[in-house]
Nanobody, 124 residues
Framework: QVQLVESGGGLVQAGGSLRLSCAAS????????MGWFRQAPGKEREFVAS????????YYADSVKERFTISRDNAKNTVYLQMNSLKPEDTAVYYC?????????????????WGQGTQVTVSS
């Protein structure tokens, strides 16, 4: 049974930074792609970033390119999301997800295990 536990969310002023972490357990972490998604109140869950199993390939939503960086440490079974230059529109619950494939994906339907989410609030 896969377990994903996010941490690192909080309240930050516009222009600030946060780093989210997601600790995974339950199966061989290094074999599977990981992703970050977010959901703001009244909106659908949207793709933020994903990374393939080795960490060599990363993909980003246009809205976060050049500001967010996804990375992973396979020795620690952890994926990270470094968020810089945060904007109020980045406010959402951020979810970590794992895909049953080594290839990174870009839609929620491609991921089959999810964390409980962590709140990120950016004040103006």
């Amino acid at each position: 049974q896969v377990q994903l536990v996010e941490s690192g969310g909080g309240l930050v002023q516009a222009g600030g930074s946060l780093r989210l972490s997601c600790a995974a357990s339950g199966r061989t972490f290094s074999a599977y792609a990981m992703g970050w998604f977010r959901q703001a109140p009244g909106k659908e869950r949207e793709f933020v970033a994903s990374i393939n199993s080795s960490g060599r390939f990363t993909y980003y939503a246009d809205s976060v390119k050049e500001r967010f960086t996804i990375s992973r440490d396979n020795a620690k079974n952890t994926v990270y999301l470094q968020m810089n230059s945060l904007k109020p529109e980045d406010t959402a619950v951020y979810y970590c997800a794992q895909r049953s494939s080594p290839r990174a994906g870009g839609t929620p339907e491609q991921f089959d295990s999810w964390g409980q989410g962590t709140q990120v609030t950016v004040s103006s």
